[in-house]
């Protein structure tokens, strides 16, 4: 009889203990605090170098290409509100449309200090016998989207970001021929200077651009001088295009996203082969370096591929990318370690930008490969980070 309830009791303390057990893991996973799809985009993987940035008014604007029915591929903008339910949505670049050559694919969208936006996509034509060749169209619209004008230019190569420069104009990354460039444009669109990249072969991939403290610009690349020769670059000029410093960092496979930290240094995120094989995949990986571009510490965080890369109001990194096929998001310190993460299993996909928000939130969007949607999720720290 007491070995009886000596066993009752074992078993009872024991289902208490995985009771609290399975709590604490409860109270310590991330939390979803809203999940958007964004559906009737074709293709939104190809070169998506930034496919959500933060709207003016706190919400968010997304770059897209749109599978219309009428067979044409026009760049798509979806406005959305500060929860990600979306406000309305443009397309440009259809048939139909005033530009004189049809924008097939919609890159990146950024909002503008008059509140409205610019949206960069790239053209293709044939010429020299037919060989397809690339340029860009810039469409600078209103609050609503509706197109103020556009510039199309078959000198812009493969163009992939944009941002608004201090004093007016815009900053536009991307790769041509030539290798990696950062262009300089006026208010109205047209060119004023293109710097390109010293290291790496032609159409590099090219992460977003971005804007730094001194007014200059970053483009993280990553150069190819060979079949596998592949490595982590950052190209970082002043203001007016004279290039500051170039980063070659040659441990480091690729290199996708960037951000500005408080000593004035950087922090890259990529992807990497890592210490050891990851079950057939690379290594989410980051690279720190100083105000003059120098390397100080390579990070390999976790199985996967890292694509994105923003800068938290406690000091931190919010990270993103995919593990295992599936979109993910991580949190990491300052020296690159992880404090929490998250992984998105209900679909195959990436995320290919992020957003850290003022209540200590991450939302990360990106391109799903199961369904031709744009996935856009908002993840809370959870209780105890």
Known sequence: MKSSTAARLLLLVTGLLGLVTLTCQSANRPKIAWARRFRDVINPSYGQASCMQAAPDGGYVLASTENADDASFPMLMIKTNADGEEQWRQRYGSPDSSLELPIIMGLAAQGTGDGGYVMLGTIEWSEFGGVPRNGAGLVKTDSSGITEWTR?????GYANSIAQASGGGYAIGGSGE????ILRTDPQGDSLWATTSSVGG?????????????GGFVLPFTAQSGSNDMHAALLKLTSDGTVSWLMDESSVHSCRGVC?????????????????????????SLVCTDAQGEAKRVMHVRAGDGRAIDLMPDGNRALAGSSRDHPCV????TLGYEIWSATWVEDRGTFTSVKATADGGIVAAGPLSNTPEILAVKFMPPDRE
Do not use: I
């Open 330 to 333: 991580v949190k990491a310190d």
């Open 260 to 284: 500005e930290t408080p000593d004035e240094g950087f922090m890259l995120v990529g992807q990497d082969s890592g210490p050891q094989p990851a079950l057939g995949e690379g290594w989410f």
């Open 178 to 181: 030539s290798g990696a460039f």
């Open 202 to 214: 032609a159409y590099n991939e090219t992460g977003p651009l971005q804007l730094v403290s001194d």
């Open 152 to 156: 199309l230019s078959r000198d812009w």
